[in-house]
Structure formats: C-alpha cells, structure tokens
C-alpha cells in the first residue's frame, strides 16, 4: 500500500497482492466491473470497482485519482467513502454497501411512503454537500445505479466526478458519452440546445428530479426499455414533456403534493428556475420529518412494510394490483376493471362462479385481487363460489400473505375462518407470520399464533419471525412471539446468528434485555464465533454492550480470527466501549492471528482517544504486528499525524524496526509527513538509523523530494555521505530522481 507522489501525498494507492484472493464479482457493466473484495490488513470488506482501460483510456485512470483524493477527506453520511485507487486492475477502492443500488431496489421491493421521503432527503443532503465544496463538485451522472444503499437502506452517492465536460472536447462528445452510459432520462433539455455553456449545479438538479420521480412511482420514465429510443426521449425533454405524475399511486399521502411541488420546480425547462440544493434540502428534511419514518401521518394503514434492513427483510413487491388491472377485454364482462373501479355493488352483481378460478398475471386468482381491493364483503362473496382460499401467484404469495402485507385484519380472519393455510410460505418459504412479524402487526401476529402459525418457522434464508421483529426493533412482537416460544436461542443459516446477535447489531436494548430474560447465552456464537458482545462493540452501540457485560458476556472471547469485542472496539474508535470493556476484565493487548493488538487498529484508524484510553489500561504501544509493525509503524505509514503525537507523547518508542529495519522516521519521511518527523526528531528518534537496503530517512526524503523534511533531517544530524546497498548517497539519488531542488539542497549546505 502506497501513497501518490506530488500533492496527493496522503491519498492511497493499493496493489493487487493488498487484498484477500477470493474477490466476488458483485456487477458487471459496459465500462468495467465491481468487485467484493477483503483488504488484509483493514480486515474490512470494500468494494473495487475496476474500468476497462480499452474503453475508458488512461486518461480516466488519471482523473479517477484525482476526483477520489478530492473526496477521501470529505467525508459524509451520504457520500461512499472512497479509501484510494488500486494499479492493477486499475480500479477505484471504496465503502462496500452491502445492499447494492437505488435502482435494484426499486425493480424489486415496495417501499412505505416514509422510507420513499426518506431516500429523497438523503439524495439532496449528499448532492447539497457535494454542491458546498468550493469549487462545487459536479456529479453530472446522478441516477439510482448510481445510488447505494447500506445495511440499513440509508443512501450514499458514488460515482460523482467521473464525467468531464472538459474532456469531452464538445457537447456532442459529452452527450454522447453520457448516453453511452444509460443516462438519457437524467439529462437537461438545455444540454441539447445548440448553447455551448458548461453544464453547471443545475444539471444535477435536473437529475434529482428525475431520481425522485422514480422514488415516488417506483417505475422507469418515459416507458423505458419498452419503446422509447434515445431521439424519441431527448424531443420529449427538448419539448418540455416529464415523466407522468399519473403514474404516481394514489395511496400517497397529502404530503406528497409538496414533494411533486419540489420535483417539478427541480426539472423546470428553465435551469435558472431551479432551486439549488441549499433550498430544497430544507424542504425535504421538513416533509421527512412530518411524514415519520414509523408511518403515514394520514393514518392511511394500507401501505405496505417498510423493506428496511439486510437481504433477509428484503421483501418483493406484491404482483396483484389493482393500480394496473391486466387486460379483461377479451372477457364477457371485464370483471376485473369492475373491481379496480372499487364499484363493489356491481362487481358482485356481475360475479360469476367461472370467475373465480381464472388466473390472471402472473397467476393472480380473482381471490387475489378481491384481497387487495380491502373490501370485506366482496371476498366473502368471492370465498362463497368456491375459491381457493390456498391459492398461490407466480412468486408463491396467497391471499392470506397479501391481506397480511396490507393489515386487512378483517379479511385475515376471514381467511382463515375459510381453512386458509397459516403455514403456507411464499417462493422464499416467507409465511404469513413472518410478514406480520417484520411489519409490526402485533393484532395479525397474535391471530396467526392463536390459528396454530409456528412461532419458530425459518424461511429459506432461516430466518424467524422473531430474527425479523428484532431487526426492526418491533418490541411488542418480541415480546408476544417470546410467550410462544421454548427456545429463543435459534441460529439464521447464512452467519449463524441468534436474536440476540440481531439485536446487538442494531443497537435495541430493550430487547437485547428480553432475549436475556428469557435466557439467550450472552456468549452464544455465530459460524464466524463472533458474539453478541463483538457486534454490540462493533457497531457502538454502549448500552447494550454494556447489558452484555452484566448479563455474563467473555469481554475476551475470540472469534475465528482471534478479535476480542475490543479489537472491534478500538478499531471502530469507540472509546466508551473499550473503557467498559477494559473495566471489566478484558485484556488490553491480545492479539488476532496476524498478530495485532486493539493499539495497532486504533493507530491504524487514527483514533487517538481510543489510543489514549488503551494506553492508560497498560496497553502497549511497542508491541510488533505482523510484519514487526508496530502501533506507532502503522500510524506514520497511514499518516495519522495525531495518533502519532500521542503516542510519542505516552513514550512509544520511535527506534523500534519492522523487519524490514524500517523505523517510524523511515516511514514518515516516505510518506512525505513532514509534523510527524518533526514529532519523532523532537523525541529523539535516529535520523541515521539503517534499514536492510542500508537506506537512512535522508534517502527516502531525497528520493521523493521532501525538502522541508530534509532541512529538519540535516539540521539534526542527518548524514549526507551514508550510501546505502547500492551505493547511492542521498545526493546521488536526487539527482536519478531528477529532484533538482533538493540536488540543490544537498549540494549547498
């Protein structure tokens, strides 16, 4: 791992041999591919996501590296955090988000009104924070690709800075080049115009208009993929057409209004007409508040689960619906346009016992649809002429799982009066009881049990309801599934994790204080015997750790690759949870199986204070890693300034080498860290110390043309005639590496 030469000193540069071998192919487009990949030494999951040089050329390589360093400082909650780039493949190293895009998403999931202004708010705080920088950094390529989502189904805007008008040599070029790329829906009619201005913020306001337009229906515009080509959209935009608000459902809340107000100012025809980010960003947080996260504040209780969370809580949209009946006009009396007008008088007038077992998209009964039009009374009706009440759609769903995923309680019981099938899972083995679990319908919950749903059903994935209602923190559910249940202690298949673990992860202590209560082991492991306690530790969340640690929790067990809770404490720098955890017993200075401590991680991440309370528990800063490195080695390699005045500061010693004979002065002079040499010359490290090629701090300095770090070195004792194993002195190497002004430097003083 490397930094870049010149101004981009701290920006890192990975190569091939710095991550694991098994790299997943997570996507695959036109330009290049995004792996999974595991860095070695982070032990952290990111994402590389390469380009094809063929068609991208070198000249994107370059631009990459100079957009990500931009960013690799400006860190925010809604921008992927970028880490560096990678040679080979060339490739930029990034946040892995675990749940991939926006647009994936919205193919494949309904989502709650909240969840849908949620989103929006999260896109335009990113775009304002992008937009703030001075100059603003354009993103120019804003869509739902290039929108990802994270454990939590929380935003982050990647990709930004990629496109170039500059490079693109003229419009035609630089439409050209964003059409190549999908984006025909995202672009500004001004850029079709014969105008040759450089497109400004309000091109990206124009995107975000269209992004929201795709959160709100959750279809593609302009019919994409159907029949529009590129010419017949670019008129329509040209023209002043937009996407249809028509196609926006009709369950919206009031609010939504406001939102479409905002929408259509964004994709004015006039870009000076559009709000920058600044001010939109005020509204949206203001209907994000209003609206609630939890639910509708039109008391509207219709509306789908909020699929929140990981892929286990991912639930597919319902593919019966009444907002697009499918074509009835090959039938005798169009039974379905009746019911989708909710005309219910005529609609049992006009039924039929041939009705009833018909199968309409996606094999679809009338019983289906009955469901989902809410009306009681016509599905009795429909049940009356013999429908199956067991009946199941192409993705498995039977009316049941659809009367549950809209809380029509009346229609549940119901159905289940009619010997509907409790136990009857969808495609992924979902059942009735694991929709109402996920979706805090504690009085459908409570028929499902008393009609004889198991309370410790798995779906394929092994899930139960209770790993469900834990995740969303739906403590009334919990507490009536743990009535029912003998055992809360079941694993899920794909890591092995109990509830307790669940909760750890996201932070509910009143039902990680449940679980106990009903005698989960605080120390029960997953495949990976991670604990409950890691994950508390990990994630930060103090106050259940700190329940663990009461309830009887190992603040020193090991996971497969020997972390202890605070190895994942430090490395997080969740300086509370190490005080707790080092208060109760657990060993400052263990080490994983490549030999590192909780100091070398906190070093490493640059948390200081963690650094300062390990330390004070007699953590040792001189203990080697793998490698030899020690703590203060790898802060100075990764240009933790900070954590390196600390540590000096509590007697770290800056003479120890790696087994390379590398000293912290070598590593801080390669790096070009100029505070930090002064930090370690104030506290007497050797400015002549050799490594194994015999190289002192001055050659590294001369060799990358740091000439206030070679004054500091000279003016302490530096020696300018050490040659090292090929008999350069530090003069000689200047002069190979063309570094005139420190030749100059070395030959004057």
């Known amino acids: 791992m490397d930094h870049v030469e010149g101004g981009l000193e701290k920006f890192r540069i990975f190569r091939k041999e710095d991550f694991e071998a098994d790299w997943i192919k997570v996507t695959e487009r036109s330009l290049g591919q995004v792996y999974r990949v595991k860095l070695k030494l982070w032990r952290e999951k990111c994402a590389l996501k390469s380009f094809n040089t063929t068609l991208t050329g070198t000249s994107l390589y370059r631009r990459m590296i100079e957009e990500a360093s931009k960013m690799e400082k400006a860190t925010f909650k809604y921008i992927v955090s970028i880490y560096g780039v990678c040679n080979d493949p060339p490739s930029m190293v990034m946040e892995y988000m675990s749940n991939g895009s926006l647009d994936r998403l919205l193919n494949s999931h309904m989502l709650m009104w909240p969840k849908k202004f949620q989103m929006i708010h999260e896109v335009t705080m990113g775009m304002n924070f992008l937009h703030s920088m001075n100059p603003p950094l354009l993103h120019l390529n804003l869509k739902p690709s290039n929108i990802l989502l994270d454990d939590h189904l929380h935003i982050k805007i990647s990709d930004f800075g990629l496109i170039k008008w500059e490079e693109a040599g003229n419009k035609k070029e630089f439409i050209e080049n964003l059409t190549a790329r999908g984006n025909i829906f995202y672009i500004p009619p001004e850029t079709f115009t014969l105008c040759p ?258 309370p410790s059903v798995k779906e394929k994935a092994g899930w139960t309801p209770l790993h469900l209602a834990t995740q969303n923190g739906h403590e009334n559910i919990v507490r009536l599934l743990l009535t029912r249940l003998e055992s809360a202690d079941e694993h899920e298949e794909v890591h092995g994790r109990t509830a307790l673990h669940v909760a750890s992860v996201y932070g509910h202590l009143a039902i990680a204080k449940l679980l106990l209560s009903k005698g989960v082991d605080p120390n029960g492991t997953d495949h990976s015997l991670t604990t409950a306690l890691h994950l508390a530790a990990e994630e930060g969340h103090n106050r259940v750790a700190r329940q663990l640690v009461t309830a009887g929790a190992d603040v020193n067990s090991l996971d497969s690759r020997h972390y202890t809770p605070l190895h994942f404490a430090a490395l997080k720098g969740h300086t509370g949870i190490c005080r707790l955890l080092l208060g109760n017993g657990a060993n400052p200075d263990p080490r994983t199986l490549q030999g590192w401590t909780p100091m070398h991680l906190a070093a490493l991440k640059g948390h200081a204070t963690t650094v300062l309370e390990l330390e004070a528990h007699q953590g040792s800063m001189d203990l080697p890693g793998k490698g030899g490195w020690t703590p203060l080695h790898l802060a100075c390699h990764h240009g933790q300034e900070e954590v390196v005045s600390k540590m000096l500061s509590a007697k770290a010693n800056p003479d120890m080498a790696e087994d390379s004979g590398w000293t912290a002065l070598h590593l801080a002079c390669n790096g070009g860290l100029f505070p930090s040499v002064l930090q370690l010359i104030s506290h007497r490290a050797n400015v002549n110390a050799l490594n194994k090629s015999q190289a002192t701090p001055l050659h590294l300095a001369a060799q990358n043309g740091s000439v206030p770090i070679i004054k500091a070195l000279l003016m302490n004792g530096a020696e300018r005639s050490s040659k090292d194993s090929t008999g350069c002195t530090a003069l000689s190497l200047a002069r190979k590496c063309q570094k005139e002004e420190v030749v100059q430097l070395l030959e004057d003083s």
């Open 197 to 454: 201005e450089h497109p400004g913020t309000k091109f990206d306001v124009y995107s975000f208009s269209i992004v929201m337009w795709e959160i709100l229906t959750q279809k593609r515009p302009y019919q994409a993929g159907k029949r529009s080509s590129t010419t017949t959209v670019l008129m329509k935009v040209a023209s002043g057409r937009r996407p249809g608000l028509e196609k926006i459902p009709d369950d919206k809340p009031q609010e939504c209004e406001q939102m479409i107000t905002i929408m259509q100012r964004c994709w004015d025809q006039d870009p000076r007409e559009r709000p920058d980010f600044s001010d939109t960003v005020r509204k949206t947080e203001a209907l994000s508040d209003i609206l609630g996260i939890g639910g509708c504040s039109n008391g509207d209780k219709t509306h789908k689960p909020d699929y929140t969370m990981l892929s286990p809580t991912f639930r597919r949209k319902s593919t019966c619906s009444l907002a697009n009946p499918p074509d009835m006009s090959n039938t005798s009396d169009g039974i379905l346009n009746i019911l989708s007008r909710k005309d219910f008088e005529n609609f049992r007038q006009a039924l039929r016992k041939e009705h009833v077992s018909m199968l309409f998209k996606d094999n679809n009964t009338l019983l289906h649809y009955t469901v989902v039009s809410g009306d009681t009374e016509s599905v009795k009706h429909v049940l009356s002429l013999g429908a199956e009440v067991n009946s199941q759609s192409i993705r498995g769903y039977t009316p049941l799982i659809v009367a549950v995923l809209h809380k029509f309680h009346e229609i549940c019981s119901l159905l289940m009066e009619h010997k509907a099938d409790v136990t009857l899972g969808d495609g992924d083995q979902w059942t009735p009881l694991h929709f109402a679990a996920q979706s805090d319908d504690s009085r459908v919950v409570r028929l499902l049990l008393d009609s004889g749903a198991l």
